[in-house]
Structure formats: structure tokens, C-alpha cells
């Protein structure tokens, strides 16, 4: 679905590695996991006419978790790497008050039907360090994978379409550290534009790391897909909650 959006030059991380970025004195690892607690909203169409995803589809407000792990090293112009794993998926149903047509069939008022929307994704991103102090700054790219898909279901038939693509982002995380409370506030994420298409992925956070390795993190992340005619998919979708997790960090 969303395969115009994967060309990106692998010359931009040559950029990256000429710029004197910062790197650590050792190698770090930090690990964790936790629970999103997100709301959809917006439209998507496919094969037919806007629905949508509250109104429509009646997807229920739904908590996700996700997992990570970031490792750090000293090796000058390669760079870091974060991997992590995100489930984002919601269901709904019930008798529909409007029409509507998903993938070539039409959907009657009074139809019982059940729905389901299920963008669960993968992102690796490789990325390097230019501040890692007070301030600390990171720029990189993040190959975001999908490995989910939308349907219908009505008198037990499903119609459905399948949403399996990476799209290649640019990442980028800014911080600021409180060194008297050790306390981290920063924002961090990876976003692609081209045309009328756009997909972001923004985290805002506070973070406290205590002097035995274990940290706790909160705030607020949200999922913006905007798609025009992309492969027969549009979409103005947002997916925006409170999160927390907890992390080892060594």
C-alpha cells in the first residue's frame, strides 16, 4: 500500500557520518517495554467512499504495547541502532447508521457488521549522536515496517485489504536533562513527506533513571498517516495517547 514512499538515497547517511557526530566511550544498551494507551480517529478509504474510523468502522479506543532496545558504541561513522516493535490494533462493530463501500461492496444502513484495523509495525532506525550532553541531539533514519491489515466482516464474509510495506523516514530526537533530579524531558521521532502522502510518528516524554540501571518513561506519542491515492488507499488517520514504560539501561 504504501510503496511510493520507499525511495530514499542511502547517500544521506554518508552525510550523516561526515558531520563529526558524538559518539559514546562504550558500548550502551537500553531495553524495555510498556503500554500505549491510543484513540483513533480520522477517515480511510478504499475502493469506495470516506469512512469513518469512529463513526464507520466504530473502533473502539484500544492499549498497545510495545518493546525496544537501543545500542550504542564508539565506532566512528557507524551508526547507532534502536529496534522496536509497536502492537496498534482495534476492533469494532455493531449496526451500521450510515452506508458506505470498502473494497468493491457496499454496506448498508441496518447491516451488522464487525471491523477491524490492525497497523501493528516494526522500526529499526539507525541513527547518530551529535550532542550527548545536558542537550543532547540525534538524527538518523528509521525503517518503518507494517505488518497489519483493514477489514470488514458481514454474514461471515471479510473484505480486506492487506497494509505490509517499509516506508524509510528521517529520525530525529532532542532532549534536555535535569542533572539535580535526573529527570530527561525530549521528543523524538521520524517522519516522510512526499506530495500529497505523509506519515509521522512523534513521541514527547519525561523520563527518571534511577542509579540501580531502571528507569521509568511517560508522555504522549501519536501516529498521523495522511495517503491520496496511494495505491488505491486514502486516509487522514491519527492515532494519539498517553504511554508509559519501564527500561533498563546499562
Known amino acids: ?31 524495555g517495554g510498556g503500554i500505549w494507551d491510543f484513540e483513533p480517529s480520522g477517515t480511510f478509504r478504499y ?15 484500544e492499549q498497545g504495547t510495545f518493546t525496544f532496545i537501543a545500542i550504542e558504541h564508539p565506532i566512528p561513522l557507524i551508526p547507532n541502532i534502536k529496534i522496536s516493535k509497536t502492537n496498534l490494533a482495534t476492533t469494532g462493530g455493531g449496526t451500521l447508521t450510515v452506508a458506505y463501500d470498502f473494497a468493491g461492496t457496499t454496506y448498508s444502513v441496518s447491516d451488522t457488521v464487525e471491523t477491524e484495523l490492525d497497523l501493528s509495525h516494526s522500526d529499526v ?11 543532547s541531539f540525534d538524527l538518523g533514519l528509521t525503517g518503518k515496517t507494517f505488518d497489519g491489515k483493514a477489514s470488514v466482516t458481514r454474514a461471515g464474509v471479510t473484505n480486506s485489504t492487506l497494509i505490509d510495506d517499509t516506508i524509510p523516514m528521517l529520525y530525529a530526537a532532542v532532549g534536555l536533562t535535569i542533572p539535580v533530579i535526573d529527570i530527561y524531558l525530549g521528543v523524538e521521532g521520524s517522519a516522510l513527506s512526499i506530495g500529497d502522502n505523509s506519515i509521522s510518528d ?21 501516529i498521523s498517516i495522511e495517503l491520496d491515492d496511494l495505491d488505491s488507499n486514502y486516509s487522514n488517520m491519527e492515532f494519539s495517547g498517553a504511554f508509559a514504560n519501564l527500561f533498563l539501561h546499562f
Do not use: H, W
Not at 47 to 61: A, M, R, S, V
Not at 202 to 222: F, L, M, N, P, Q
Open 202 to 222: 512523534v513521541t514527547a516524554k519525561i523520563s527518571y533513571e534511577s542509579d540501580y540501571a531502571v528507569g521509568i518513561e511517560a508522555g504522549v506519542r501519536t
Open 125 to 135: 532506525t539507525l541513527y547518530y549522536q551529535f550532542l550527548d550532553n545536558i542537550i
Open 47 to 61: 475502493l469506495g467512499g470516506d469512512i469513518d474510523l469512529k463513526e464507520d468502522l466504530k473502533l473502539k479506543d
Open 1 to 31: 500500500m504504501l510503496k511510493t514512499l520507499c525511495r530514499i538515497s542511502p547517500l544521506v547517511f554518508l552525510l550523516l557520518g561526515l558531520a563529526s557526530p558524538v559518539n559514546a566511550d562504550f558500548v550502551g544498551l537500553k531495553a
